[in-house]
Structures are given as C-alpha cells and as structure tokens.
C-alpha cells in the first residue's frame, strides 16, 4: 500500500532536525513492504493546493500527519479538511505529540484515526487491517469514531530494545537541508570552530547534523509532555556505530544531540564516553554537542570526560533559580545543585545557556529575582521562555481544570504560528497582574545587565542605567504603535499582543522603580522566597477530586 507523509511547518524558518517520528514511522513501513513519500511542508512551505496536487500525483492508500510540536494543530487543522473534501475515500492518520487532543482532532478537523504513542508498531498494523479489511479495534493505540462515540485501543508498548531499531529512513528527506556547513551555519560555528581538532576534521568531514537516538526521560516536569513514564536508550556500542555510519554516509563531523535526556546516570555517562574514547583511539573523531543532561547525574568527572572525547556543549534545562518554583514543577533538584553544574560546565569549556521557562503558578517577582540571581551567580546567559500549556503535560490539565482552556480547537488554534518565545501563548497563571507578568521576562534580563553595568561602573553608573532603561521603555509604546501602522496587525491574537505590549510597558517601569529604590535589584545572599512550592501534581489531583487547591 502507499503512505503519503505530511511534516507541517514548526517555526517561521525550517528546523534542521531532521522530523525523527515521521523516518522511523516511514523505516517500519517500508520494511513492511509498503510505499512511503514525504511532504515536507518544514523545508518545502507548499501551499495546500500544491500539496493537493501532489497527493493527487503519488495517489496514496492512507494519508498521515505528524504532529511534531502542538504548534501545528492549525495546519493540520486546515489542510487535512481540504484533503478529506477533495479525497473523501482516503483515510487521514495523525501522530505524535498533538495524539492527547484525538477528541478535537476527531471532532474539529479532517483526521480520521490517531495513533496514541510511538507509531512503529501501531502503523504496520493498522496498514494490514485496513489491506485485509480486519476490525481496526484489534490495532492498538488507536483512536477513531464509530457510530456511538470514540473507540480507543489499549496502548501499545512502547519499544523497549533501541538495540534492534533499524536506522530512520534518511532516504526520504532532502539531506542537503540537515547537513549543515561547521563554518558557515551562524547557529552551529561559534560551538564548534573553537576547538583545537575543529579544521582537521572539518577539512574531510565538513558537516554538523542533529541526531535524537534517546526516547523519554526519567522525570516528568510540569510542561513536559511524556507519551510514556521512564527512558530508553540504545548501548553505546548501538549509538556510536550509527554515528559512524552518519559519518561514513554523510561526510559529518559534528554531531548535536537535541534528545530530551542524553543518558539518566552517572554511570551511563561514563560507559558513553568510555566508548567514544575506544573508538576516537581507533580513529573514529568527531565534536558533538549534547542537549539534555541532568544536574544530578553529572560531576567534575563526567564533565571533564566529555570534554576530553570532544564534547563544546551540554545544556541543561536550568528552570528556574526559585527552590519554590522547581518544587512546583517538580524538577526535583536543587538550586545549588544546579550552581554547582553551571559552574564545572564553565571550568570545562562546555558552553551552557541559562535555560529558563518563567510564569508558572506560583511565580512571583520575588520568585523571578531569584531567577536572575541565580544566572547572575552562575554566569549565564538567559535564554528566556513562557510556559505553554502543550498537550499531555500537567500544566494542559491544570489548565483545563482551571478552566483556562475551555474550547480547546480555539486554544490550539491560537497556539499555532506563535513563536514559544513570546508571550503570545501565555495564559496568566500567577497570582500577579497579566500586565505586569508579560514584562517578567524583560525585567529580568534588565536587572542582570544592571548588575553588570554596576559592577564595572558603580553605583552611579547602576543607577544611570536604569534611568536610561526607563527612558526606552517609555518610548516603547510608541514604537509599538508606529510597528502597528507600518505593518497593520493581521489576526486578532497579533492585535491583542501588540495592545498588551502598549498597555505592560508602564509595569516595567514601576518594577524598576519599585524594587530600585528598595535596593531589590542587588544581589542578595541567600534565598527570598521562605514558603515551599507544592507540586503541581498534587494540585491537580487535589482539584480532581474536587478539592480546592489555588
Ligand atoms: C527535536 C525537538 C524539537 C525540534 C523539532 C524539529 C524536529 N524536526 O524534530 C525543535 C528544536 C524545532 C523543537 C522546538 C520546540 N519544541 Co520540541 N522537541 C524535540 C524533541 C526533543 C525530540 C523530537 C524527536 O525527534 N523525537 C524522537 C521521535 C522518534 O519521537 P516522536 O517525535 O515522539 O515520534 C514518535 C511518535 O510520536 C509517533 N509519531 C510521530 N509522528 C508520527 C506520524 C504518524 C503518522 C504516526 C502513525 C506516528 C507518529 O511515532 C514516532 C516513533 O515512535 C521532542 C521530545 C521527544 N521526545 O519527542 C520535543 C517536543 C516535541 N518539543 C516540544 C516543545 C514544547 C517544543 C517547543 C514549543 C519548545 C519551546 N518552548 O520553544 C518548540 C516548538 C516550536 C515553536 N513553535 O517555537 C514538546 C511538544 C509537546 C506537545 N504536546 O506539543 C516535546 C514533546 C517535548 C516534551 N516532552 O514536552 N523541538
Ligand atoms: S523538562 Fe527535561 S527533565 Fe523535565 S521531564 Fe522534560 S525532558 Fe525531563
């Protein structure tokens, strides 16, 4: 049978991780003796009517999406309605991360069938029943509509061997589009160009690619959305084969390891790097980059053994520099466990950016000074991001019981097309004014280069400082109305930000003012907050079951 597969666009430029979900999918399908083509709408930005035609033209059996962030729900939304208008006989598949909404997918757009979970083994089945016209309630981790509501199959185990996966099926995608230039690609040069082996590698093995091999991880944070509990991994013997095999393949020499969790102990760190030292003796070289590392897991040895086997970077997902905050979000960490790991990632020059998601309930702005006490402490850079309420993680259910998503096609449809850097998407979960809230993330990055202007100028330059940052952000409203003139607000959502915007500029100010002139800004030893953070788990189970959590 033929399978057309559809990647919807995740940001305003494509993403240069190859769409993992959608080539492992496409691996099991065509090792099952079916046709797979791929649309992808990432790299390609087709209109629908080009990507009618072009289904027109392959004339596929089953027509699937994959929801790789939330985001998408507005495309798939649109185009799979066309597709079903124009292909009524053709089934529509959805899967991934959009797979927790299958009642308003089912109900609001033109999918017919999700599949729950990881697609492997759910898909060839589904193919089989629909080729041999089986009942499809034998397939598992199915969800569709029959005649008297929604049928859902119980779940399919998730893959526990990654020792046995077959490699995604790269053949599909327009390589060109994920091997990137080491020396040319603004994102990627400044990690690696650095490093003493950085030209004998690049001069035979010029590119960098993103490669997840990882499934899961150990925690479940309150925005993280988890398909299944726990983490997977394929030995290290698996994961530095296959990187060889990239190599040998592609011609790549630096490799990025976007997985949500790269390895959930100590002691697998170690086997990893063990076996990345074996196989650098015997000539295999390559820098990576490594996105997803545990504070707790990692010490002065496992950081300065990455380094030595050519790791430039380990990010990590900081949070938050509140105790009460990542309580809330059960992070389950310190903040001086989290100093600590900031500070032997920079005595390893392995560069890590001050990750950190702002506006959950609880958060305060003495909660938000914490934050940026602790970035100021540990030197980092603040990479800044609102919380969103995605799909299956518990802050979507917080929200719902909160009864902040009520209609949830009109929710995930003002989600999409926004960037999750913004605040766009943010629904005010503090107990703070929204106003106020929006202008968090400014203030912060204000009061650490205020910390950093006094340090080098003074009290009086600190001070002049803020006055002139005042002074911006006066005019700031007006720069927003000229942006609104010049370029006409197009949707209601970007009206309403831009109004926001103008109306919160007064509320940055006062902040300033505010905790200026109480000498708040400085750095003060020790934490604010006294009260402890309860989980927001334990609060959405307390409101269902009726409690009357805050
Ligand atoms: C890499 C990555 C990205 C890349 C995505 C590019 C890409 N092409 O992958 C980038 C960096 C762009 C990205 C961005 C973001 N991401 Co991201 N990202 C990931 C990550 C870490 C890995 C994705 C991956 O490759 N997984 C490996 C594959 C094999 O797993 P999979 O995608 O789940 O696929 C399996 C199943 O879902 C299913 N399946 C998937 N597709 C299909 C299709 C069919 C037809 C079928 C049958 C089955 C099926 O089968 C697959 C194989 O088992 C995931 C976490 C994760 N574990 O998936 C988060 C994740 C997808 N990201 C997430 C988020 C929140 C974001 C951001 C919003 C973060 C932010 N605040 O900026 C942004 C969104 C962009 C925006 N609007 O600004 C969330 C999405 C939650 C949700 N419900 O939407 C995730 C799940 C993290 C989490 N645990 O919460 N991300
Ligand atoms: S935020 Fe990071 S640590 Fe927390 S559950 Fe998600 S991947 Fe794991």
């Known amino acids: 049978m033929k399978f057309q597969i559809i990647i919807p666009p995740i940001r305003d430029e494509y993403s240069n991780v190859p769409p993992y979900g959608a080539l492992h999918v496409g691996r099991a399908l065509c090792d099952n003796g079916h046709h797979v083509s791929l649309i992808n709408a990432d790299v390609e930005r087709p209109g629908t009517e080009e990507i009618l035609g072009r289904i027109e033209d392959f004339d596929p059996d089953i027509i699937g999406f994959t929801s790789i962030v939330s985001t998408s729900y507005k495309f798939i939304k649109d185009v799979s309605i066309k597709i079903k208008e124009r292909f009524s006989e053709k089934k529509i598949v959805?899967?991934?991360?959009?797979?927790?909404?299958?009642?308003?997918?089912?109900?609001?757009?033109?999918?017919?069938i999700v599949i729950e979970g990881e697609g492997e083994i759910p898909i060839v089945e589904l193919f089989d029943a629909i080729e041999n016209n089986t009942s499809l309630a034998a397939v598992p981790s199915l969800r569709f509509k029959e005649e008297g509501g929604i049928v859902a199959t119980d779940l399919a185990e998730p893959i526990r061997d990654l020792n046995q996966q077959k490699y995604p099926l790269f053949e599909m995608l327009d390589m060109d589009k994920y091997l990137l230039d080491a020396n040319s690609s603004p994102t990627y040069r400044d990690d690696f160009s650095w490093h003493d082996d950085?030209?004998?590698?690049?001069?035979?093995?010029?590119?960098?690619?993103?490669?997840?091999?990882?499934?899961?991880?150990?925690?479940?944070c309150a925005f993280c959305h988890r398909h299944y509990k726990g983490f997977r991994s394929p030995s290290p013997t698996y994961i530095l084969d296959y990187l060889e095999y990239l190599q040998k393949t592609y011609r790549i020499g630096f490799f990025y390891f976007p997985n949500e969790l790269t390895a959930p102990s100590r002691r697998s760190h170690l086997r990893f790097i063990e076996e990345i030292r074996k196989r650098r003796e015997n000539g295999f070289r390559f820098l990576?980059?490594?996105?997803?590392?545990?504070?707790?897991?990692?010490?002065?040895?496992?950081?300065?053994?990455?380094?030595?086997?050519?790791?430039?970077?380990?990010?990590?997902?900081?949070?938050?520099?509140?105790?009460?905050?990542?309580?809330?979000?059960?992070?389950?960490?310190?903040?001086?466990?989290?100093?600590?790991?900031?500070?032997?990632?920079?005595?390893?020059?392995?560069?890590?950016?001050?990750?950190?998601?702002?506006?959950?309930?609880?958060?305060?702005?003495?909660?938000?000074?914490e934050t940026a006490d602790f970035l100021d402490r540990a030197q980092l850079l603040p990479s800044i991001a609102y919380v969103q309420a995605l799909p299956g993680s518990p802050?979507?259910?917080?929200?719902?019981?909160?009864?902040?998503?009520?209609?949830?096609?009109?929710?995930?449809?003002?989600?999409?097309?926004?960037?999750?850097?913004?605040?766009?998407?943010?629904?005010?979960?503090?107990?703070?004014?929204?106003?106020?809230?929006?202008?968090?993330?400014?203030?912060?990055?204000?009061?650490?280069?205020?910390?950093?202007?006094?340090?080098?100028?003074?009290?009086?330059?600190?001070?002049?400082?803020?006055?002139?940052?005042?002074?911006?952000?006066?005019l700031n409203p007006g720069r927003k109305l000229l942006l609104i003139m010049l370029n006409g607000p197009r949707t209601k959502e970007k009206l309403r930000y831009c109004r926001d915007q103008i109306l919160s500029s007064p509320f940055f100010i006062a902040l300033l003012v505010v905790k200026g002139v109480a000498g708040e800004l400085d750095l003060?030893?020790?934490?604010?907050?006294?009260?402890?953070?309860?989980?927001l788990r334990k609060i959405i189970s307390c409101l269902e079951n009726g409690g009357l959590a805050k």
């Open 94 to 112: 959805l899967g991934g991360h959009l797979s927790p909404v299958h009642e308003t997918l089912l109900k609001a757009t033109g999918i017919d």
């Open 198 to 220: 950085f030209e004998l590698i690049y001069g035979e093995f010029p590119h960098v690619f993103c490669v997840v091999f990882t499934r899961g991880c150990v925690k479940q």
């Open 288 to 369: 990576f980059s490594i996105g997803g590392a545990l504070m707790e897991t990692i010490d002065s040895e496992v950081l300065h053994g990455y380094s030595n086997v050519g790791a430039v970077k380990v990010e990590f997902g900081y949070e938050s520099g509140s105790q009460k905050i990542l309580d809330i979000m059960e992070k389950r960490v310190t903040v001086e466990k989290n100093l600590y790991a900031a500070r032997i990632a920079k005595e390893c020059k392995l560069y890590s950016r001050g990750n950190t998601v702002l506006g959950l309930p609880g958060e305060t702005v003495d909660t938000v000074l």
């Open 395 to 474: 802050i979507y259910r917080y929200a719902q019981l909160k009864k902040l998503i009520v209609d949830e096609d009109d929710y995930l449809t003002s989600l999409s097309e926004v960037n999750a850097d913004s605040t766009d998407h943010y629904i005010n979960y503090t107990d703070s004014n929204y106003l106020e809230v929006i202008q968090w993330g400014r203030f912060l990055r204000t009061v650490l280069k205020y910390r950093k202007v006094k340090r080098k100028y003074g009290v009086i330059g600190g001070i002049l400082f803020l006055f002139l940052m005042s002074c911006v952000f006066v």
């Open 524 to 535: 003060v030893e020790g934490p604010r907050v006294k009260e402890k953070g309860e989980s």
